[in-house]
């Protein structure tokens, strides 16, 4: 999952009916965790700023 399989693709893979399942198998490492959750609250945090200055950043 880290180097970007799609979640639904490793379920099938596996052979599992739930993704809750397959869940329970797979871990991803803490930098994943630490990069994937930058990105988001980076992309969160530009477009708050972005609408607070009328799109002027």
């Known amino acids: 999952m ?3 399989w799609d979640p ?3 379920q099938e893979q596996v052979g599992h ?3 809750s ?3 329970i198998y797979t871990c991803v490492s803490s930098d994943f965790r630490t990069r994937t959750l930058r ?3 980076d992309a969160t945090v530009a477009a708050a700023l972005q609408g607070q200055n ?3 950043v």
Do not use: K, N
Request: no cysteine.
């Open 2 to 4: 880290e180097d970007g």
């Open 8 to 10: 639904r693709f490793v």
């Open 17 to 19: 009916e739930h993704a």
């Open 21 to 23: 399942t397959t869940s």
């Open 39 to 41: 990105r988001h609250l």
């Open 54 to 56: 009328g799109g002027r």
